[in-house]
């Protein structure tokens, strides 16, 4: 009786010492679970964004969401049970039984769609000059930033013959609008000319307060450009501010106009500006910034431009040139098919923008399903541009979007459990 009894006594510390085992390993091993979780909560904010571009590539209306709180659970469960006989009589068989089991995983998450009123506040408020100097001194590419986060430029004319007067010869207003060739390469033209004189931003002091903000204002980096720059738009100087960053100087000059006629020559706009009267006269310079809304529908109009031109467009590849940043961007067109030599031979290249593929099948994490429809960024990096740190920037802006009083109450919190 006693040699039975001491070997089922081994054999319930055995299961004993198994189940805490396997507790163990089960409840111990997360780390590699919680990097699980940040790998997946990357892919559901990279396709929330790529979602969204797909979306204004279709002229849909945009749907914004966020990842709430991640539940997860580890766990380990069990039970023993013996039956031992006593004296050598007693009949009866012996009974070990164990059932030790454990879980591991996401219990439920949290997904919030962001429809309330500070929300929509956030994302329709023009970039602020901050953000732009923050990613301008961060080394993001000069005409990068241009192209995303800039609406427009309007130039009017500063002397006494337009103070009152709007018409073409006064004024003018470059549109950065990629569905028209026209717009687009003028207002690029227009950006290189603005750079090229030392247009960036700084923080300044505005009159009659220790306030300090930021504005964009001029630096030269050659004395003749000084020459063409109102002092009130040097950078380090106070200036006033106004709804619109507003600039003066002279900025057309007969070389400058001369690339602005051939631009409009070799996209045959009709009808078409005339510079010669803004030529040696000082203009006022507002750019106007967009929201971070129409930032995300422009990278659309970039993706439409590409692979579903409208109208009478042909398809075009969206470009921009990246290069040494202590240089001036060269003049020259990136027109889609390769880098000119004009502006190889400076150091620069011709990069797209944003692109983004139809019915191709990439990595998970950048690309998203709409419609029965697969979109992709290219994993090659050197097909994929510019993609893979435009797709970052926007999620760096939607997350300053975010925040608690931009959330709605947890009445409106969905909140997901995996099936069972």
């Not at 069990?78 to 030790?100: C, E, H, K, Q």
């Not at 993706?303 to 020259?332: C, M, W, Y």
Request: charged fraction near 15%; proline fraction near 6%.
């Amino acid at each position: 009786m006693f040699r039975h009894s001491r070997v089922a006594l081994a054999g319930l510390w055995l299961v004993i010492l198994s189940g805490i085992v396997t507790g163990c390993g089960i409840v111990d091993q997360y780390g590699s679970r919680a990097l699980t979780y940040n790998v997946e909560a990357e892919q559901a904010q990279n396709q929330a964004v790529l979602l969204n571009i797909v979306r204004s590539y279709k002229r849909y209306p945009m749907q914004f969401t966020a990842l709430g709180s991640v539940q997860a659970n580890s766990s380990v469960q069990g039970g023993v049970s013996l039956n031992i006989p006593f004296g050598g009589r007693v009949s009866g068989s012996d009974v070990l039984s164990a059932n030790p089991s454990g879980s591991a995983g996401i219990s439920s998450f949290q997904v919030t769609p962001l429809d309330s009123g500070d929300f929509a506040t956030q994302i329709l408020r023009p970039i602020q000059e901050g953000t732009f100097d923050l990613y301008l001194q961060a080394g993001y590419p000069r005409e990068v930033l241009f192209d995303l986060f800039i609406d427009k430029i309007l130039i009017k004319r500063a002397d006494g013959a337009c103070a009152l007067n709007n018409s073409a010869r006064c004024e003018i207003t470059f549109r950065n609008h990629v569905g028209n060739d026209f717009d687009f390469d003028l207002f690029q033209a227009m950006v290189e000319q603005l750079l090229h004189l030392g247009l960036t931003t700084a923080q300044t002091s505005t009159p009659g307060t220790t306030a300090l903000r930021h504005n964009f204002c001029f630096a030269p980096s050659e004395p003749l450009h000084g020459e063409y720059i109102d002092t009130s738009a040097r950078c380090g100087l106070p200036i006033k501010p106004t709804a619109a960053a507003s600039l003066r100087g002279v900025i057309f000059s007969r070389q400058f106009v001369d690339q602005l006629n051939e631009i409009q020559a070799e996209v045959g706009a009709s009808p078409s500006y005339r510079f010669e009267p803004f030529i040696g006269k000082p203009v006022w310079i507002l750019i106007y910034a967009r929201p971070i809304q129409r930032i995300i529908y422009y990278i659309g109009e970039v993706v439409r431009r590409r692979i579903d031109p409208e109208f009478t467009n042909n398809a075009r590849s969206i470009q921009v040139k990246l290069g040494p940043a202590h240089l001036p961007i060269p003049r020259g067109r990136c027109g889609g098919g390769g880098t000119p030599p004009e502006i190889s031979a400076v150091g620069f290249s011709c990069v797209d923008l944003f692109v983004l593929n139809p019915g191709v099948t990439g990595s998970s994490t950048f690309s998203v399903e709409y419609e029965g429809s697969r979109y992709s960024i290219p994993a090659d990096r050197q097909e994929a541009g510019y993609s893979y740190s435009v797709l970052a920037l926007v999620r760096q802006l939607l997350a300053t979007s975010t925040s608690e009083k931009a959330v709605p109450p947890s009445t409106t919190i969905l909140t997901v459990a995996p099936a069972r």
